[in-house]
């Protein structure tokens, strides 16, 4: 596809439940991010992926999230033992290296997976 | 991360022009002011970047002040699909980086 890719898009579990959210980038974009957006605030930094460098894992809320990137293509967000304050949408965004064709490495982002727990 | 900040919210008439004001007053010389909207239930989108120079494109225009701690972004002729959250960023040329998207301007586009 053209545009970047996530799923589910509407995702409803239990409180304590795993979940698992997927991206899939813009083909040959080299930059991966993964960010939150609770209801009515603005989005919240989780993880970021550049190539093969260590990710950039600051904005993680706690060590029930992780995230990896496999062959520097699809990620996966997971969240483990899921708590009500983590609904939200989760966004995720992929760019270009800076510089690429003259472009400055502007994010493409997905639709979003909202994620309710109940 | 250099900061930026925006009203939180501004009106603006359809079809009258909308000057969003962004305030970064620690800017670096090697970072690009961009601007992304995020429309109702939609992921964000990018609408415009730019450096010293003032920019146009089709969907809008960026004025940059001359001393770079402030810059405009202008809609010349708002229409409802205009209503969204429009936040200012502040990005390194060098690489890629964590972007920090603060809680932007909601404008209201009065039909």
């Known amino acids: 596809g053209a545009g970047v890719s996530q799923s589910p898009s509407n995702k409803v579990t239990e409180k304590g439940k795993d979940v698992e959210l997927r991206c899939d980038p813009i083909?040959?974009?080299?930059?991966l991010y993964w960010y939150r957006q609770s209801l009515g605030q603005g989005l919240e930094f989780l993880i970021y992926?550049?190539?093969?460098?260590?990710?950039?894992k600051s904005g993680l809320p706690s060590d029930r999230f992780s995230a990896e990137r496999t062959g520097g293509s699809v990620s996966t967000l997971t969240i483990q033992r899921t708590q009500q304050e983590d609904s939200a949408v989760y966004l995720c965004?992929?760019?270009?290296?800076?510089?690429?064709?003259?472009?400055?490495?502007?994010?493409?982002f997905g639709e979003g997976s909202r994620l309710t727990v109940l | 991360d250099a900061k930026t900040t925006q009203p939180n919210s501004m009106e603006s008439n359809e079809e009258e022009p909308v000057h969003l004001p962004c305030n970064h007053s620690?800017?670096?010389?090697?970072?690009?002011i961009h601007w992304y909207r995020q429309l109702p239930s939609q992921g964000p989108e990018y609408v415009i970047h730019?450096?010293?120079s003032n920019v146009n494109n089709r969907m809008a225009s960026l004025a940059i002040a001359e001393d770079r701690k402030s810059s405009t972004l202008i809609l010349h002729r708002a229409t409802l699909r205009d209503a969204a959250v429009y936040y200012c960023?502040?990005?390194?040329?060098?690489?890629?980086?964590?972007?920090?998207f603060g809680t932007g301007t909601r404008l209201t586009i009065i039909p």
């Open positions: 965004a992929s760019s270009e290296r800076p510089g690429t064709s003259g472009r400055t490495g502007e994010l493409f």
């Open positions: 083909s040959g974009h080299t930059a």
């Open positions: 992926f550049q190539g093969n460098s260590a990710p950039d």
């Open positions: 620690t800017i670096s010389g090697t970072d690009y």
């Open positions: 730019g450096l010293t």
């Open positions: 960023i502040l990005k390194f040329w060098g690489g890629n980086e964590k972007l920090t």
